[in-house]
């Protein structure tokens, strides 16, 4: 046998030993990216990047675009519902009045709190534009300890007219009348304004107070059923 023939059997018996040799079966590589060659001179071509898609173990929420407004929840103004009741605090509504209020009527006889009552008036318009009351009084005066001790003149807005601002009453009687029942006693310069047209006459005793019998003063007209009116 020639001996090429013998040096190619024997490189052909050892290639096939080599393939005998490798394991059966070898992991497979992915294959790497080959770099584009490029001819010298000229610059590196940039990679390109192929979109891939990335899964988070936690997936990031989807979020849809929106206006801008807070985060917190614009508070919705409250519904008012109309009705019929009066508020707690509620203005009360004045009603406008024209002219001069007139007076309660006068005490009666019963229920009285006090029993020092005024049976009867007479007023006097002065010169000066004053007036002068005369005012009957009758109270069961027993002495210093139980008397009628005064008698007012008061408008219709409660205000007490006084010749003496410092005085208690418009005129203030200074001892008892035990044995002078009714008993009349008499005052002057009781300022009135000329618009009012009606004044009240009240009487006080030391022990009950105010309470007894009154007498409302109509000023516009001559006499009533227990006054008397006079002008110059």
Known sequence: MPHYVSLFLMALVGLLLLIACQPASTPAMTPMATPTSVAPGEPSPAPTATPTVQTSPLASPTRTPTTETSSLPTPAEPTVTPT???????????????????????????????????????????ADGTWTFHVT???????????????????????????????????????????????????????????LTQVRVRAHDLVDGYGGSEVVVDLTVSAGPDFEVERP
Do not use: C, M
């Not at 309660?104 to 008036?121: E, W, Y």
């Open 137 to 195: 009084v009758q109270h069961p005066d027993t002495g210093w300890e139980d008397y009628a001790d005064g008698w007012d003149v008061v408008t219709p807005d409660g205000t007490v007219v006084k010749p003496d601002p410092k005085g208690p009453f418009t005129r203030l009687l200074l001892h008892p009348h035990v044995d002078e029942q009714p008993f009349t006693r008499s005052q002057s310069r009781i300022a009135i304004p000329p618009d």
């Open 84 to 126: 019929t009741g009066v508020s707690p605090l509620a203005t009360p509504t004045r009603t406008a009045t024209t002219g001069t209020s007139p007076l309660p009527p006068p005490v009666p006889l019963t229920a009285q709190a006090g029993n020092a009552d005024v049976t009867h008036v007479r007023a006097v318009l002065d």
